[in-house]
């Protein structure tokens, strides 16, 4: 599919009608909008997600719930996107309409063929209604009767456009994204799950598994006493409820960062002030330059409390490392001990099959049947021949019980158990002393400026040094306040981990009839055997997923390329995780060891998370259309140079860059020049942006 055209009507700073053509070539699949900062490139790729997904669009990347949570709720969002010029002069609606073309359909009464339909989507609110937006898909040639109910339409969404679990691999910041090589295991795991799900087309079947397991807790409930019932009641309310806390909190949490920006500007403010005064009073840069070193040891501090954090999810697993290396060495002798039993019933069977066609299979002797006696003797005879031939049954242990793991969490254990021998005591100890110092370093610096700011006597110095004591106070306050709310967060998680497992201990004890056994047996059946399918597929795509993905990275980047990455990263292995959590993607170095992704630098995630894009698009089963934000915004020169001439232009059949003059400017527009189908410019005048033909000074179409 391809999306033709997008027409933008007084949506937040697009006045009155805007369209722009996004058609491209085989040759020429790049489309180029070009703006500064400000100017609408991201509210432009909200409102292709807007269009697509309505409300659902919490459910894509951070950055859009951020945009809901700050207005506090779905219907003020959409109050506050209406331009304000159309609001001054009386009008009250906001639209925006996607054409698409290239769609694939399956054959249904309504059509004969499953190619190259025209669909037009569009989203409209008005402000003036008590109602949500109104949502129509139209189809050339097919009626609107295929489209019953809303449910109707998110499913043609999901099923025929593009999948929300995908989307944030279709509409993405490229700078933001290298946050997602910052994420836990858990977290990359469900991130890569669901996209891979639809890309794959798996998602028809973990969608089944779903229904099959809700079918399964509806056949155990109905067998519940009252008793049993009101608690699985209050514990599925309890959850409900900590859900909504959660949310509710991280509500909270957006709107004390958007605090903590505010009053951090102000104290720059206040600063810059600050240190013009100083170099007057004094003539030095002094208090400049302490400000600098703060600010170069808070990022210090961050970094080191990252790597803290980092280290902190396996420090669990340290504390426990004794049981675990009990687990590691008891899951050695139970494979030992099955590879025995297999191998001692493999003789056995040997011994018996020989045994059985010596004595019992004819040619016979011709003078008759031999003794019984003689039977025993060649038996007895034949068993020590098979033992000296295919070697001695070997004495099996006895072990006091078994665990009952998969070869993948088998493996996993198995990986912990090495990881955690490589995190010595020193690294632990190193970046605690470390932060330690930075902190310490903090003080000192924090306690000189503080110093010479009140050496500072003007009355108007006083009234500035106040109200940034002041609002360092408020920082402060928020900072500890932020704390709270995420300490919370994640205890209401955490409990509703424990609450969701206790309801399914609670299900799986309920008795229920001969009858339903049957159905919760066949449909138990049926459960696994999607899982394991679903499961084969995706660890059949990790070998294309590494492959692909270190290509990229060594296309990409300069340090692997030119060959002077020494220990750098040598291999990336894909695995899946157990229970079907998605994958997990590690990076290594060429003594095999594991390169942490947080210690990448900024454009190095970016090039990891880029490269890891394409190599998950190239699986999907259908060609999708990629919008892309802020393209090359923590890449340096020679980086950016290497995506303007093999990244993008082999990304999709269709990509729409939104650049600023910094990033491609008229000079780098040169060298990607050969595959731009059309380029635009953002214009801005009295906070009205247009959108024109055209590219930065350089280029008319």
């Keep these: 599919m391809k999306i033709d055209k997008i027409i933008l009507t007084n949506f937040r700073q697009y006045y009155g009608e805007n369209v722009i053509n996004l058609m491209t070539t085989k040759e020429k699949n790049i489309v180029l909008l070009g703006g500064k900062t400000g100017y609408g490139k991201t509210n432009f790729l909200l409102s292709l997600v807007w269009c697509?997904?309505?409300?659902?669009?919490?459910?894509?990347?951070?950055?859009?719930?951020?945009?809901?949570?700050?207005?506090?709720?779905?219907?003020?969002?959409?109050?506050?996107?209406?331009?304000?010029?159309?609001v001054r002069e009386g009008k009250s609606k906001f639209s925006v309409e996607i054409f698409i073309s290239d769609l694939e359909l399956p054959e249904t009464r309504e059509n004969e063929s499953g190619n190259n339909y025209k669909c037009r989507i569009k989203r409209e609110f008005n402000i003036n209604s008590p109602g949500d937006d109104t949502f129509d898909i139209k189809i050339d040639g097919i009626k609107n009767s295929m489209f019953q109910t809303l449910d109707d339409k998110i499913n043609f969404v999901n099923d025929y456009l593009i999948p929300l679990e995908a989307a944030k691999f279709v509409f993405f910041d490229a700078e933001k994204i290298a946050s997602w090589a910052e994420l836990s295991t858990k977290e990359e795991g469900s991130v890569l799950n669901d996209a891979l799900g639809k890309l794959l087309g798996l998602d028809v079947y973990e969608g089944l598994i779903n229904d099959l397991n809700i079918y399964t807790d509806g056949l155990r409930k109905e067998s519940a006493t009252a008793q049993v019932r009101q608690t699985i009641i209050t514990t599925e309310k309890g959850i409900e409820l900590n859900i909504e806390k959660i949310e509710h909190l991280e509500s909270e949490i957006l709107i004390n960062e958007s605090d903590t920006a505010k009053i951090k500007s102000e104290i720059v403010k206040y600063e810059a002030f600050l240190v013009q005064y100083s170099n007057r009073s004094f003539n030095t840069s002094s208090l400049d330059e302490l400000y600098k070193q703060r600010d170069e040891l808070r990022k210090k501090e961050k970094d080191l409390e990252n790597k803290f954090n980092e280290l902190s999810e396996i420090i669990p697993f340290v504390l426990a490392a004794g049981k675990l290396e009990e687990v590691n060495e008891h899951i050695k002798l139970q494979d030992e001990e099955s590879y025995l039993v297999e191998k001692q019933n493999e003789l056995i069977e040997k011994n018996s099959e020989f045994i059985e066609k010596l004595f019992n299979n004819p040619p016979f002797p011709t003078d008759g049947d031999i003794s019984f006696s003689k039977k025993i003797f060649y038996a007895d005879k034949a068993k020590r021949i098979v033992e000296d031939v295919f070697g001695k049954i070997e004495k099996t242990n006895e072990l006091e019980f078994e665990h009952d793991l998969s070869k993948s969490e088998k493996d996993l254990i198995v990986e912990t158990f090495n990881h955690i021998q490589k995190q010595s005591k020193d690294i632990f100890e190193q970046t605690i002393d470390n932060f330690n110092r930075v902190k310490n370093d903090i003080t000192e610096i924090e306690k000189v400026i503080k110093n010479i700011e009140s050496d500072l006597e003007d009355e108007e110095i006083i009234e500035y040094t106040t109200n940034k004591k002041e609002a360092e106070r408020k920082i402060e306050k928020l900072i500890e306040e932020k704390g709270s709310f995420q300490n919370q967060k994640e205890n209401l998680k955490r409990e509703n981990e424990k609450l969701n497992q206790s309801l399914q201990v609670l299900l799986k004890r309920i008795s229920v009839s001969e009858q339903?056994?049957?159905?919760?047996?066949?449909?138990?059946?049926?459960?696994?055997?999607?899982?394991?399918?679903?499961?084969?597929?995706?660890?059949?795509?990790?070998?294309?997923?590494?492959?692909?993905?270190?290509?990229?990275?060594?296309?990409?980047?300069?340090?692997?390329?030119?060959?002077?990455?020494?220990?750098?990263?040598?291999?990336?292995?894909?695995?899946?995780?157990?229970n079907n959590d998605g994958l997990k993607i590690s990076l290594f170095d060429s003594d095999g060891n594991i390169t942490p992704k947080e210690s990448l630098s900024m454009g190095e995630k970016q090039i990891y998370i880029s490269s890891l894009v394409k190599a998950i698009l190239s699986l999907a089963v259908q060609d999708f259309p990629i919008f892309i934000d802020t393209p090359l915004g923590r890449l340096d020169h020679e980086h950016i140079n290497n995506f303007l001439l093999s990244y993008y232009p082999n990304l999709a059949n269709q990509v729409v860059l939104m650049a600023t003059n910094n990033e491609i400017p008229p000079s780098r527009f040169k060298l990607v020049r050969g595959f731009v189908a059309n380029a635009y410019l953002l214009e801005s005048s009295k906070n009205q942006t247009k959108i024109k033909q055209g590219y930065f000074q350089s280029y008319e179409n």
């Excluded at 951020?66 to 709720?73: F, L, T, Y």
């Excluded at 056994?517 to 394991?532: G, P, V």
Aim: net charge positive.
């Design 52 to 86: 697509l997904y309505g409300e659902d669009i919490a459910k894509i990347d951070e950055g859009f719930k951020r945009e809901i949570q700050k207005d506090g709720s779905y219907p003020k969002f959409l109050k506050s996107s209406l331009n304000w010029d159309i």
């Design 516 to 578: 339903k056994k049957k159905k919760l047996d066949k449909a138990n059946l049926y459960i696994r055997a999607l899982e394991d399918f679903v499961s084969a597929q995706k660890k059949s795509k990790c070998s294309a997923l590494e492959q692909t993905t270190f290509n990229e990275m060594n296309q990409l980047m300069h340090k692997l390329r030119d060959g002077s990455n020494g220990k750098f990263i040598a291999a990336i292995k894909a695995e899946a995780l157990p």
